[in-house]
C-alpha cells in the first residue's frame, strides 16, 4: 500500500506515520457509530470527473489568493484547514 501511495505522490515518511496511527487503531472503535458535533457548512463543488481534465484541487489551492479577493467568492472557497 505504502508503495502505490508513494507512486501517487504522497511523501513516504507522511504515509508510514498515517499507517502506524490507522494500524493501531481497535477496530470496535472504529465501528462504532460516532456523533457529529461540528456541523459541515461547506458547499460541495460537483464537476463531472474525466482523466482528461487537470487537477481542480490544485489549481483551485494555486488561484486561491484569486478567488479570496471576492468577499462572496470567499465564503465559498474557505482556506484549507
Given at each position: 500500500?505504502?508503495?502505490?501511495?508513494?507512486?501517487?505522490?504522497?511523501?513516504?515518511e507522511?504515509?508510514?506515520?498515517?499507517?502506524?496511527?490507522?494500524?493501531?487503531k481497535?477496530?470496535e472503535?472504529?465501528?462504532?457509530e460516532?456523533?457529529?458535533?461540528?456541523?459541515?457548512?461547506r458547499i460541495?463543488?460537483v464537476?463531472?470527473?474525466?482523466?482528461?481534465?487537470p487537477?481542480?484541487?490544485?489549481?483551485?489551492?494555486?488561484h486561491l489568493?484569486?478567488?479570496?479577493?471576492?468577499?462572496?467568492?470567499?465564503?465559498?472557497?474557505?482556506?484549507?484547514?
Open positions: 500500500m505504502k508503495a502505490q501511495l508513494v507512486y501517487r505522490g504522497y511523501d513516504g507522511f504515509v508510514v506515520t498515517e499507517l502506524i496511527k490507522v494500524n493501531n481497535k477496530r472503535d472504529l465501528l462504532r460516532k456523533k457529529n458535533l461540528e456541523r459541515n457548512t460541495p463543488l464537476i463531472t470527473f474525466s482523466r482528461a481534465l487537477n481542480i484541487g490544485r489549481i483551485i489551492r494555486r489568493h484569486t478567488l479570496h479577493t471576492s468577499d462572496r467568492i470567499k465564503e465559498v472557497f474557505l482556506s484549507p484547514h
